[in-house]
């Protein structure tokens, strides 16, 4: 069974760099096949997609992120991480990870999620 | 840039009954679409992938149809676990990019 899990500092200053880590156990990351995404979700709102990473090391991200956001792999720890920088009281959120096929039946499906970690952007 | 309408934004239902939820996108979608569920505090849920196939373990009671534009999920008979909100979801091939609708947020009436 693939499961993620997200971990991050939980509280970020304005104009700070937000590190957020994504743990998979179940699957490879380094196996061909899939994105492994990031999505946030402000309190009370819906769903908005940050940006993915393939195995390959391609990445694509939401432009209405104005390139502040940068997403790596870990081959050696089976992890992918996400950099967001200049964060803002904006950029507060429940942050998700999930993977998603490249083809199959449910290509471009949210298959599996992570259950979220709260971001706050406080002074 | 596509958007991805749902309505209405809450829909309150008996349980047992029926309940039609609404997806337009803002042009043609030139793939399928997909919907989730998601309950206070957890993770969103795929319920349908490819407009229409439901994912693996998800009762025959919800089910998904459209094309072009206008998309709906439909639950034939509302159990209490099924209050939630839902999300439809689309993916564009260039630019990469994937957008959700607004939600609705299902409740019992």
């Known amino acids: 069974q693939v499961q993620l899990q997200e971990s991050g500092p939980g509280l970020v200053k304005p104009s700070q760099t937000l590190s957020l880590t994504c743990s998979v156990s179940g699957a490879s990351i380094t196996t061909g096949g899939f994105f492994w995404s990031w999505i946030r979700q402000p309190a009370g709102r819906g769903l908005e997609w940050i940006g993915r990473i393939h195995s390959s090391g391609n990445t694509n991200y939401n432009s209405s992120l104005k390139s502040r956001a940068t997403i790596s792999l870990d081959a050696s720890k089976n992890q992918f991480s996400l950099k967001l920088s200049s964060v803002t009281a904006a950029d507060t959120a429940l942050y998700f990870c999930?993977?998603?096929?490249?083809?199959?039946?449910?290509?471009?499906?949210?298959?599996?999620w992570g259950r979220g970690t709260h971001i706050t952007v406080s002074s | 840039e596509l958007v991805m309408t749902q309505s209405p934004a809450t829909l309150s239902v008996s349980p047992g009954d029926r309940a039609t939820l609404s997806c337009r996108a803002s042009?043609?979608?030139?793939?399928?679409i997909a919907w989730y569920q998601q309950k206070p505090g957890q993770a969103p849920r795929l319920l349908i992938y490819?407009?229409?196939t439901r994912a693996t373990g998800i009762p025959a009671r919800f089910s998904g149809s459209g094309s072009g534009t206008e998309f709906t999920l439909t639950i034939s008979s509302l159990q209490s676990e099924d209050f939630a909100v839902y999300y439809c979801?689309?993916?564009?091939?260039?630019?990469?990019?994937?957008?959700f609708g607004q939600g609705t947020k299902l409740e019992i009436k």
């Open positions: 042009q043609s979608v030139p793939s399928n």
């Open positions: 999930a993977r998603v096929p490249v083809g199959g039946d449910t290509w471009a499906t949210f298959e599996y």
């Open positions: 490819a407009t229409s």
């Open positions: 979801q689309q993916y564009n091939n260039w630019p990469p990019w994937y957008t």
